[in-house]
């Protein structure tokens, strides 16, 4: 029996000795809550020679609503003494992401001393990569100081971090790139006192899950400094953006030079921005200042000062992806200009535009101005007059001279008493010219009146078959509201020495990509010798009356209409040539043919005839034809009358409008010859 106890003292004895000689301490945790954030499982423990070894595991954090499962901490050269903790060769696991591969394990080494007040933590995820923190507290005034040091930091590292946001995913993420600098704080018991970042970025690339926001190859510096005085904090900074890509819905920017230089001060009610000047490289220089309340982050009041801009850069780069899918998308800008602007109360108060030698244009060829000298100013409150000239342009390729515009402003009112606008050798009067902004949109209206232009200019201006005469007219009230252009009235017009009126004329998106005309049109007394004469008919003698009714246009090209076209009543000679004999008898489409009577009159080169007669419903791109009268087996398009007589027959009644319309083409070409019966 005592033999026993003695073995039994013994083996305790070895245990002991063993348990000192490799001790271990094991320290778990089940739960940590807290408003911000919850930890699961935690479990730490040290052990080794000497208490060497730290192994530090965490089962779940979550942060916002992200889950991260698996952290693991370990140093094999821990050091606890009295007064300070040292680790110089840590590795840390970082957790698991759903959204992220998991990265590599990352070498810590950090330094804490309660004697002297410090820590000091070097990450060094890759060679030639270090993220370095220190920090120091405890001076004589009881404040505190750290340092962020970051040498080739890789800015795909920032991602993973970016989780842990309330906005996660809307959020650009970096992907690549890296950063060089400092982010130093500085404060004390009440919190952050100042902020100081240097940083300089290269190669970055960043985007959302949307994929509206993103950037390639971006580089340039960010320098920063904010102090706190009570609960107003004091800033300053200089962002340099040298190089790179952005898009930012609907901006597309490239980085060549741009230079944003601010200062300002924010508190618990507002955002002051008391003093920025922005460079766009190619563009110009802008001063501004305004101020924005919190928390809604809404614009106030705000101030901006830009002179001798180059439009060119400005419209492409910055205005231009704010008119997709308006009349002025596909517009292009050039020249100088200042603009001025004043914002008060989330209103405008004041904006002025100055341009020099300006010209715009349409690439579409809708519309072009140029040599544009103008000073708009516009004030909410308050009468202004504006001064405009233009040296010349165009509208639908039609040229216009050189007109000096007298424009009065009164707020969002515009008017012109009278203007005169040479076209080509005539000119374009308006007056009583008026613009609005109404709750629905803007409105405008305007009378006045065209004198003779040569038609002989205008087609060729225009690039169409050309035509002889005149165009002159009345042009009664036009207005305009919610996209709808109409005619009060009817438009009168003298052409082919006859006269062309239009009635209730309405046109759907003028300026638009699709726009749609309706009209009633009625000419009268057209001179059918002016007018075969223009298109290559071959020749006709007489006078017709045109009847388009319920025309529809989309696009500038018809989709229905219902047409007619006869002789005018009167005396006056009916003469027609053989060629445009054939001409009309191609009209009737394969099979068609003039009823002439045969023997020696197919040797005339003219034929008289009583009445000509044609008709056409539009309706879904079929023509249905019709003539002076029907006959057994068709219709008669020009009926015979004196000597020698010619009556010219019809035989298909449904045509394909696009058909028809290369008949018309191949006629007045003269590469249509049909046969003579």
């Not at 249905?624 to 398009?637: D, F, H, K, T």
Request: aromatic fraction near 8%; include cysteine; charged fraction near 20%.
């Amino acid at each position: 029996m005592r033999k026993l106890f003695v073995w039994m003292m013994l083996a305790f004895l070895a245990s002991a000795l063993a348990a000192y000689a490799d001790p271990k301490i094991t320290l778990s945790l089940d739960d940590i809550q807290s408003p911000t954030f919850n930890v699961k499982t935690i479990q730490a423990t040290l052990t080794g020679p000497q208490m060497s070894l730290l192994e530090v595991r965490v089962g779940e954090v979550a942060v916002q609503g992200k889950i991260w499962r698996d952290l693991r901490f370990s140093c094999r050269k821990f050091q606890l003494a009295s007064g300070s903790i040292r680790c110089d060769d840590g590795v840390l696991q970082l957790p698991k992401s759903a959204l992220l591969p998991p990265l590599p394990p990352l070498p810590v080494a950090f330094n804490y001393s309660s004697r002297d007040q410090t820590l000091e933590l070097s990450i060094k995820p890759a060679s030639g990569e270090n993220w370095r923190f220190s920090a120091r507290w405890g001076n004589e005034r009881g404040g505190w100081e750290s340092t962020l040091a970051i040498v080739n930091g890789q800015l795909s590292r920032l991602a993973q971090l970016a989780e842990f946001l309330p906005d996660a995913g809307k959020i650009p993420a970096p992907s690549k790139g890296k950063i060089n600098g400092t982010v130093k704080l500085r404060g004390g018991a009440e919190g952050v006192a100042a902020i100081e970042t240097n940083l300089a970025v290269d190669g970055l690339a960043f985007s959302d899950a949307s994929g509206l926001h993103a950037g390639e190859n971006v580089s340039g510096e960010i320098n920063a400094k904010a102090m706190r005085q009570g609960k107003l904090w004091q800033w300053q900074g200089d962002l340099n953006w040298r190089s790179g890509e952005v898009f930012w819905q609907p901006l597309y920017l490239t980085g060549n030079g741009h230079r944003f230089i601010a200062s300002g001060d924010v508190d618990e009610n507002t955002i002051r921005l008391l003093k920025g000047n922005l460079k766009l490289a190619g563009i110009g220089e802008a001063e501004l200042s305004g101020v924005m309340e919190r928390p809604s982050n809404s614009l106030r009041d705000f101030d901006l000062r830009a002179a001798n801009l180059e439009l060119s850069a400005l419209f492409s780069q910055v205005l231009k992806p704010f008119l997709e899918n308006t009349a002025f998308a596909e517009m292009k800008a050039s020249g100088r200009g200042d603009i001025q602007w004043r914002y008060r109360n989330q209103s405008s108060e004041l904006f002025s535009v100055n341009l020099r030698d300006a010209s715009v244009e349409d690439e579409r060829k809708r519309f072009a101005f140029h040599g544009i000298n103008a000073s708009i100013p516009w004030q909410a409150q308050g009468a202004t007059a504006a001064d405009i000239s233009i040296r010349g342009g165009q509208v639908l390729r039609m040229p216009l001279g050189e007109v000096r515009v007298p424009l009065a402003v009164n707020g969002f009112s515009f008017s012109i008493p009278k203007l005169t606008l040479p076209v080509l050798d005539g000119k374009l009067t308006l007056e009583d010219f008026g613009a609005s902004k109404q709750a629905q949109g803007w409105q405008w209206q305007f009378s006045g009146g065209l004198s003779p232009v040569s038609m002989q200019k205008l087609t060729e201006a225009l690039q169409i078959q050309p035509m002889h005469g005149t165009l002159s007219g009345v042009i009664p009230k036009v207005s305009y509201a919610g996209s709808t252009l109409k005619v009060d009235g009817a438009l009168l017009f003298k052409v082919f020495d006859g006269t062309v009126v239009a009635k209730n004329l309405t046109l759907l998106e003028p300026l638009g990509l699709a726009p749609r005309l309706t009209a009633y049109l009625d000419m009268q007394n057209l001179d059918l010798d002016l007018l075969t004469r223009t298109f290559s008919f071959g020749n006709m003698q007489g006078r017709i009356d045109v009847a388009v009714n319920g025309l529809e246009l989309a696009n500038w090209k018809p989709v229905k209409f219902d047409a007619s076209l006869m002789s005018s009543p009167g005396d006056y000679p009916r003469r027609i040539s053989q060629a445009a004999v054939q001409n009309i008898s191609s009209l009737g489409g394969a099979g068609a043919a003039a009823a002439i009577q045969r023997s020696f009159l197919r040797f005339f080169e003219q034929f008289g005839y009583s009445k000509i007669g044609w008709s056409c419903e539009l309706r879904n791109e079929v023509c249905r034809m019709g003539g002076v009268e029907s006959a057994p087996q068709g219709y008669i398009i020009v009926k015979g009358g004196g000597v020698p007589a010619i009556t010219v027959m019809g035989y298909n009644r449904n045509v394909n409008w696009r058909e028809l319309i290369d008949r018309l083409q191949r006629i007045t070409q003269g590469n249509v010859k049909p046969i003579i019966q």
